[in-house]
C-alpha cells in the first residue's frame, strides 16, 4: 500500500526563522513521484517541487530546499528565513501511476 | 495560475440532493482526475478520466459518478448528497494519465 505520513499537524514559528517540514513516504513501486504543494486559504494547491525517486540530489530554490533521501524514505522540506507570506498549510505527496496520495498536510503559521 | 478552472466556487446543498461540479481543463490536457479533500484532510483520489474513458477509481461509492467531454472538460455529479459530502473538491488535468497534474482552485461544497 502507498502512504504518506506528516506527522506535524501544525507549526508556529517566528518570522526570519528556519523551519522543516517533515513527510515519510511508503511504497513498493521502484519508481515514483514526490511532491510538495502549498494550498493557501483560497484553496488552490501550489506546486512546488517534483522528484523522482532515481534523484536523490538535494534541492534549494530560493528559500526553500529539499531533502531527499530514500534510506530512510523521507521527503523533507526546509524554509528558511521564513515570511508571513509562506503561513499556508503544506503538503506532500507520491505519485507511483496515476493517482496522487497526499500526507494530512502541515499548518504553517509564521508570526510577524 | 494552473488554466484549470473550476465552477462555482461555492455551493449549499440540503442533504439528499444531487450536486454537478464543473471542469475545464488546461490546453493541451487529455486527462482529468478529481480529489475530496475534507477539512483538515488531504484531498483524496475519487476518479481520473482519460479520453472520455474512466481511467481510474478512488474508494468512493457509486453515487460518486463523472463525465468527460469531447473537448476534455469534465463533470463530478454526487447524488444523494450526506453531511460527509462536505469538503473542498479538486479538479486536476495533466496532459497524460501519468504526467503531472495541475490542480484547479476547487469548488467549496457544504451539505446542509
Known amino acids: 500500500a502507498q502512504k504518506v505520513t506528516q506527522a506535524q499537524t501544525e507549526i508556529s514559528v517566528v518570522e526570519k526563522e528556519d523551519v522543516t517540514l517533515d513527510c515519510v513516504y511508503e511504497?513498493?513501486?521502484?519508481?515514483?513521484?514526490l511532491f510538495w504543494y502549498k494550498q493557501p486559504p483560497s484553496g488552490e494547491l501550489v506546486f512546488l517541487i517534483r522528484r523522482n525517486s532515481f534523484d536523490e540530489q538535494n534541492e534549494i530554490s530560493g528559500r526553500y530546499s529539499w531533502n531527499f533521501q530514500k534510506s530512510t524514505s523521507s521527503f523533507n522540506f526546509t524554509i528558511t528565513a521564513s515570511q508571513v507570506v509562506d503561513s499556508a498549510v503544506y503538503f506532500c505527496?507520491?505519485?507511483?501511476?496515476?493517482?496522487?496520495?497526499f500526507g494530512t498536510g502541515t499548518r504553517l503559521k509564521v508570526l510577524a | 495560475e494552473t488554466g484549470v478552472t473550476q465552477s462555482p466556487t461555492h455551493l449549499i446543498k440540503t442533504r439528499g440532493q444531487q450536486v454537478t461540479l464543473r471542469c475545464s481543463s488546461q490546453s493541451g490536457h487529455n486527462t482529468v482526475s478529481w480529489y475530496q479533500q475534507a477539512l483538515g484532510q488531504g484531498p483524496q483520489f475519487i476518479f481520473q478520466?482519460?479520453?472520455?474513458?474512466?481511467?481510474g477509481r478512488g474508494n468512493f461509492p457509486p453515487r460518486f459518478s463523472g463525465l468527460q467531454f469531447p473537448n476534455y472538460s469534465s463533470e463530478l455529479n454526487v447524488n444523494a448528497l450526506e453531511l460527509d459530502d462536505s469538503a473542498l473538491y479538486l479538479c486536476?488535468?495533466?496532459?497524460?494519465?501519468?504526467?503531472?497534474?495541475?490542480f484547479g482552485q476547487g469548488t467549496r461544497l457544504t451539505v446542509v
Open positions: 478520466y482519460y479520453r472520455e474513458e474512466e481511467n
Open positions: 511504497t513498493r513501486d521502484t519508481t515514483y513521484y
Open positions: 486536476a488535468s495533466s496532459p497524460a494519465p501519468l504526467e503531472e497534474a495541475f
Open positions: 505527496a507520491l505519485r507511483g501511476t496515476y493517482k496522487y496520495i
